[in-house]
């Protein structure tokens, strides 16, 4: 029984690989989104020798993504790791998605979200062209409009709360960057941390190791049964 229960726990593993996998590969063209990365250990069981496989609650990828040009003027790109401030129902949040727009009136969004500027209130930007600054510094039709908060989650656990929005997992305000450790580049995209090919690749192993890992489970069961049906023939 006992190696029933370890082969159901490896299944059951890998099956939340599975579906860390698929949400990785779904977000590989979401500008700036942070793959997700699950850790597995094993525990020991309630006094069997055994020990069962666990998945940890997943952390995120915080690596430099990949930056490429698209010549938008309201595209951003940070390079460092800053995330930018937005304002929601909730609170603040913070993301790495520069695929910026302009509402109706004038303010700034990303994510969904209205860009916060330094002192927490969104940022409204007048008609003209725009410009941004590596830090920040926002401009429109040559009239200074303020800067756009960047937050520093150096040391910080961040969870995803979708939408390619985050948070630090304790709840917590992020402090201000400092300093010059991040940059934002107009006209630029941050990509996803992990590519289409390699979360493509990691979804077939995955699903291969998933479906190796139920049939142990079928194998076993089976060869209970037949155990069972063994020694009730022979009382």
């Given amino acids: 029984m006992n190696g029933l229960y370890v082969a ?11 579906e860390t996998a698929t949400t990785n590969l779904a977000n590989s063209s979401t500008p700036g989104f942070r793959r997700f990365l699950d850790v597995m250990r094993a525990v020991a069981g309630n006094g069997s020798p055994f020990q069962y ?27 460092g790791p800053a995330f930018i401030t937005v304002t929601t129902p909730q ?8 695929e910026m727009q302009v509402a109706a009136d004038g303010t700034l969004i ?11 209130a969104p940022l409204r930007l007048p008609p003209g062209p725009v410009a941004i600054a590596t830090d920040g510094s926002l401009s ?4 200074p409009v303020g800067r756009i908060a960047l ?20 709840g917590a305000t992020l402090n201000a960057i400092t300093g010059s450790t991040s940059q934002l580049h107009q006209g630029s995209i941050e990509g996803s941390t992990g590519s289409d090919v390699s979360q493509m690749v990691a979804l077939m192993n995955v699903n291969r190791s998933y479906e190796a ?3 142990s489970v079928q194998s076993i069961d089976q060869n209970e049964d037949r155990a069972i049906q063994a020694f009730t023939l022979q009382g």
Avoid: C
């Fill in 140 to 143: 429109a039709g040559g009239i």
């Fill in 213 to 215: 890992a139920m049939h």
């Fill in 110 to 120: 990303t994510a969904g979200q209205p860009v916060s500027g330094i002192g927490g």
């Fill in 8 to 18: 159901a726990a490896g299944a059951a593993s890998q099956l939340r690989q599975l």
């Fill in 91 to 98: 609170g603040p949040a913070y993301t790495r998605n520069g």
């Fill in 53 to 79: 496989a666990t998945i940890e609650k997943a952390s995120l990828d915080m690596a430099q993504g990949p930056i490429r040009s698209t010549d938008n003027p309201l595209d951003v790109a940070i390079a």
């Fill in 151 to 170: 937050a520093d989650p150096t040391g910080v656990a961040m969870e995803s709360i979708g939408g390619s929005l985050y948070r630090p997992a304790n």
